[in-house]
């Protein structure tokens, strides 16, 4: 438990750091580490569906659309989705494929009155390497985390 209150400590400092209104930024690995420990950890993956089908997802994470493919429209009912199956009270970690939309989702939820958000930084594919791929350079992928493919 005293190294989940350390990771939540230092989350909690990157996000006064980066002036994020929530409450904290997560590696990956750090928010693999909350979700074995902490009872009612729940993360959101924000992808598209596209996304979730060919590129993989993290088991028993909840999914909802922040953007939808083709064109990366918004989704405008994720709030009431976002609301429909994570309760305001849970700790709740936001992921996308490399962490923008996932920040986005984190101010959204903090706006509606959720009020133990993370963003994990990453993503789930990271940066792209030298040949222009994701999912070797950091993200969730890239630092073996478990994941599932479509």
């Not at 979730?52 to 909840?62: C, I, K, L, R, Y």
Request: glycine share 12%.
């Amino acid at each position: 438990m005293s190294q989940s209150k350390e990771i939540l400590g230092v989350a909690h400092r990157r996000a006064q750091e980066l002036a994020l209104p929530y409450s904290g930024a997560l590696l990956p690995q750090e928010a693999a580490h909350l979700m074995g420990e902490l009872p009612g950890v729940v993360l959101v993956d924000v992808r598209s569906a596209a996304e979730w089908q060919f590129v993989g997802t993290v088991p028993n994470s909840v999914r909802i659309e922040l953007k939808t493919w083709p064109g990366m429209q918004p989704n405008p009912h994720f709030l009431a989705q976002l609301k429909e199956q994570v309760s305001p009270e849970a700790m709740v970690l936001f992921m996308c494929r490399s962490g923008v939309r996932s920040d986005e989702a984190a101010r959204l939820a903090t706006g509606a009155g959720y009020t133990s958000v993370y963003n994990v930084l990453e993503g789930f594919e990271g940066d792209k390497d030298a040949a222009g791929h994701r999912g070797t350079i950091g993200g969730w992928k890239g630092r073996g985390l478990p994941w599932v493919q479509g």
